[in-house]
């Protein structure tokens, strides 16, 4: 398996060069991300956006998966094909990118990587950005066997107890002490928190892979319990996948429909900075 992370000296040595996706987005500025990329982005990029691009309009939490098809069929026109090596970036040291480099492996596009420190880090290097537009010819991206796991919020509730579950939001919204968005502030019981800032440098590169294998062996991944990620609304949960493949830890479940899903729907909920344990 590829490091799913590159850094700015990798993609500029790359060859052929990879289709560059810019997929920035900002909680409660729905427009932002694109002002942005009109703005300034990487030269060659594609805008790539959550809600749009990444979301089904109908499902489980705030940003359901789209079903594997549709996203290749999203995905095809915009110029993103089945013989590209992709490369996706943020300014938020890769939280949002990492939904697009769990979503092309879920439909079996293994060749994706996440550029290490965003346009942050190209920028910091001397690299130009640019304001033109450019459109990648549309081409097909074929659904193929899948590299991820998923699990839904009926099978989750009913595991609860056996499996070792990360929470990647921060830690006053796992606490319960804050809920920006949610209708209920908590967290999933058993769950432990683990944040996605921790999972990266204080220039918001990611830590090596020592170091995130250290970070997640002591939250129990690769132990005797099967891991499952969560977050928000299945965006930065991928973040903390990634950063476990990274790690050369064994892949995780993702509960796409993470705590907008749990929490509306009347699910367990634990306050408090201890994990708890399930009523039943």
């Given amino acids: 398996m590829i490091d799913p992370v590159i850094s700015v000296a990798e993609l500029l040595e790359a060859e052929p060069a990879p289709a560059l996706a810019d997929v920035r987005w900002y909680l409660g500025e729905p427009d932002r991300g694109l002002a942005e990329f009109e703005s300034a982005h990487i030269p060659g990029a594609i805008y790539i956006d959550l809600d749009t691009h990444l979301s089904a309009t109908h499902g489980p939490g705030r940003h359901p998966l789209p079903t594997r098809q549709e996203f290749a069929s999203t995905m095809g026109p915009l110029g993103f094909g089945d013989a590209d090596l992709i490369v996706a970036y943020d300014d938020r040291g890769g939280e949002i990118a990492a939904r697009l480099w769990w979503m092309l492996r879920d439909i079996g596009h293994g060749q994706v990587r996440v550029l290490d420190g965003g346009i942050t ?114 965006v930065t949960a991928c973040h903390n996948a990634l950063a476990i493949v990274r790690a050369g830890l064994p892949e995780p479940t993702l509960y796409p429909g993470s705590w907008s899903d749990w929490g509306s729907s009347g699910g367990e909920v634990a306050t408090g900075s201890e994990p708890g344990s399930p009523e039943s």
């Fill in 121 to 234: 880090a190209w920028q910091a290097a001397g690299q130009d950005v640019t304001s033109a537009s450019i459109a990648r010819p549309a081409t097909t991206m074929t659904v193929r066997q899948s590299e991820t796991r998923r699990t839904d919020r009926a099978d989750l509730g009913a595991q609860l107890g056996t499996l070792n579950l990360l929470d990647a939001r921060a830690p006053e919204r796992y606490r319960g002490d804050e809920e920006p968005i949610d209708p209920v502030a908590g967290h999933i019981p058993t769950a432990l928190s683990a944040s996605t800032t921790d999972n990266l440098n204080p220039d918001e590169t990611f830590l090596g892979a020592q170091d995130l294998r250290e970070r997640y062996t002591a939250l129990g991944v690769g132990g005797d319990q099967d891991t499952v990620v969560y977050c928000g609304s299945g």
